[in-house]
């Protein structure tokens, strides 16, 4: 586990298990507005069930804390082992991923049984004088905080197949805020460092810090706007292949792309689908839901390039507009000098997927919002569009 990067452990053990149950009630609140019926559909296979959000959660508690640290821990079901088992071929087989919306049963009210009956073993272990697991403990705390995330877009992409587009928020989208100018931001460059340090948590793919050489670049004050991103489309931008790397212009023509995913017309004007249903798209908005092929083709339009995860890590303290999209980087996600994974199945948490994903930046309006920080790195290919991805410009100086 010495590669587990967490902050020190709440003082007490009230505090350790409040913050438990504060945690995982916030799932369940994010989950709240969905049906039983929504909430085991599996709308694509990148996409997960609701309820399996809520059950691979608690299995990972049940797996990586209970079993292993509670002698009188009482397993729910032992075919959870199998159904939310995600990635970690340490542990054992697992249903398919493509298949998690055939798990018609348990139903939602058997997940909620399961996490009630983790949630109070957790809560009588982090009362006890049991083995120090803090690290572990608190990265699975930050893992829920992360499928927190993925039951949002996961829901949106779920809704949005709906013909009758139901909102999953019922409540007045937030108002518009007006886009400010966009600026530059211009940085020397030079030998830099970046990565986490310190003692708040970061996840093992933050680290080590370590130095980086940066050429003088300058980046954009804000994320592309709709607006912005408008024009691209109306010069032509989808069909022009000069803009767009080999695969990308494949993902167009065998895709059918012409504007960014949950963008439809109606009644001869642009409208997207959001959280809180169809709504007339607001150009100010930033951008969101463009792959990164998109968002290359788009810099690419614009004369300027995306920014390298260094510089966008350097300039982050200057940037506005942070925690809006993430924002595609031109950087592979790839591990940083000195990076070990941890050994046994929690090892393959992050290592295991640095191969043929691109690295996004800054967090969206679903992450929550203490995981928003200037070292986190997201990940994703390069055809992915159902996260919330955006673009934010850079451009060499010379």
């Known amino acids: 586990m010495s590669n587990l990067r967490t902050r020190p452990a709440p003082v007490n053990t009230s505090q350790r298990v409040d913050r438990f149950l504060t945690v995982c009630a916030a799932s369940e609140q994010l989950a709240a507005p969905l049906s039983a019926e929504d909430q085991t559909v599996q709308s694509m296979p990148d996409a997960s069930p609701t309820k399996w959000h809520l059950a691979h959660t608690t299995w990972f508690f049940e797996t ?3 079993r292993p640290h509670m002698p009188s821990y009482r397993v729910f079901d032992p075919a959870y082992e199998y159904l939310f088992n995600s990635y970690y071929e340490a542990v054992g087989p697992r249903h398919p991923r493509p298949q998690r919306g ?14 009630r009956h983790v949630s109070q073993a957790m809560a009588e272990f982090l009362e006890s004088d049991a083995p120090d697991c803090a690290p572990l403990v608190e990265l699975g705390l930050h893992h829920e905080q992360q499928h927190q995330e993925l039951l949002l877009m996961d829901a ?3 809704l949005s197949a709906n013909p009758l587009r139901p909102a999953y928020d019922r409540s007045p989208a937030p108002r518009p805020v007006p886009a400010s100018n966009l600026d530059w931001r211009r940085r020397a460059g030079g030998l830099i460092e970046i990565g986490h340090e310190g003692e708040d948590f970061a996840f093992d793919n933050e680290g080590p810090r370590h130095k980086v050489w940066l050429e003088p670049f300058s980046i954009a004050s804000r994320p592309v706007s709709n607006g912005e991103y408008l024009r691209f489309m109306e010069d032509g931008g989808y069909c022009r292949p000069e803009f767009w790397l080999s695969a990308g212009w494949d993902c ?5 792309w012409d504007a960014p995913l949950y963008w439809e017309q109606k009644d001869g004007q642009w409208h997207v689908f959001t959280l809180h249903g169809l ?15 998109e968002a290359a083709a788009y810099a690419k339009w614009a004369g300027k390039r995306l920014p390298r995860e260094a510089e966008w890590e350097n300039a982050a ?4 507009g942070k925690g809006a999209v993430w924002e595609w980087t031109a950087s592979p996600y790839v591990a940083y000098p000195g990076y070990r994974e941890a050994a046994g199945a929690i090892g393959e948490y992050n290592g295991k997927f640095m191969a043929n994903q691109m690295v996004l930046r800054g967090g969206c309006i679903a992450t929550p919002r203490d995981h928003i920080r200037p070292t986190y790195r997201n990940f994703f290919p390069l055809d992915a569009r159902w996260m919330f991805g955006g673009i934010r410009l850079a451009e060499d100086l010379r």
Request: with cysteine; hydrophobic share 35%; proline share 9%.
């Open 64 to 66: 990586f804390v209970l």
């Open 102 to 115: 055939l798990i018609t049963r348990p139903g939602v009210e058997e997940i909620g049984a399961y996490r």
């Open 156 to 158: 949106k992409h779920m």
């Open 252 to 256: 167009v023509n065998s895709r059918g």
């Open 279 to 293: 709504a007339p798209m607001r150009p100010d908005d930033p951008v969101c839901h463009v792959s990164g092929y």
């Open 317 to 320: 303290a200057d940037l506005e």
